[in-house]
């Protein structure tokens, strides 16, 4: 700040006379006679604590939903707006026999029979249009998933939408019912 002039903002951790530790922000600026030197410089450090404290608890609490959803026996399938899968769980990959990496990013329709893959895309508009948040897919029609080796079977999903960020997130849950 006293080199560049330019004010600053940083974060640290300030020992305590017990010796404890506390987490700061700090920020000032530098006011400068007509000379070039410095005249007075003034801040603020405030004490951070609580906001670090919740951070680090939505840490916590977003590593436990992460091994919730991915430990769930039920297959837990999200997809972006343009059917990309997003996320496949250690349940989908048990029920469709595919590993998370060989389907992220591919398009949701390989986990269906192609004669129902129309039908889906009109149904996933409808859906996207409608202002229902979650729907129960096999309350309207039989639902089949294909495995990875080609075979079919029964199942019963629900599917719910989220728009977060202006970005759509269609997610699946699914359970083979053979």
Do not use: W
Not at 93 to 101: C, K, L, P, S
Not at 139 to 147: A, F, P, S
Not at 161 to 171: D, P, Q, R, S
């Amino acid at each position: 700040c006293l080199k560049s002039g330019e004010p600053y903002s940083i974060e640290h951790r300030i020992v305590l006379p017990d010796g404890s530790e506390k987490p700061v922000h700090e920020q000032g600026e530098t006011t400068f006679g007509p000379n070039g030197n410095p005249l007075v410089m003034t801040g603020t450090v405030q004490d951070i604590t609580e906001q670090k404290q919740g951070e680090e608890q939505i840490k916590k609490t977003e590593a436990r939903l992460s091994e919730i959803m991915e430990i769930a026996p039920e297959a837990i399938i999200a997809a972006d707006e343009d059917m990309k899968i997003r996320f496949f769980n250690q349940g989908a990959e048990r029920i469709f026999g595919y590993r998370a990496d060989e389907v992220l990013s591919r398009n949701i329709d390989i986990l269906m029979p192609e004669y129902f893959r129309e039908d889906h895309r009109r149904h996933v508009e409808g859906f996207d249009r409608s202002d229902d948040t979650y729907r129960l897919m096999d309350r309207r029609q039989e639902i089949l998933g294909l495995k990875k080796d080609g075979t079919e079977f029964p199942a019963s999903a629900s599917v719910s939408k989220l728009e977060v960020g202006g970005e759509k997130i269609f997610t699946l849950m699914l359970q083979d019912i053979t």
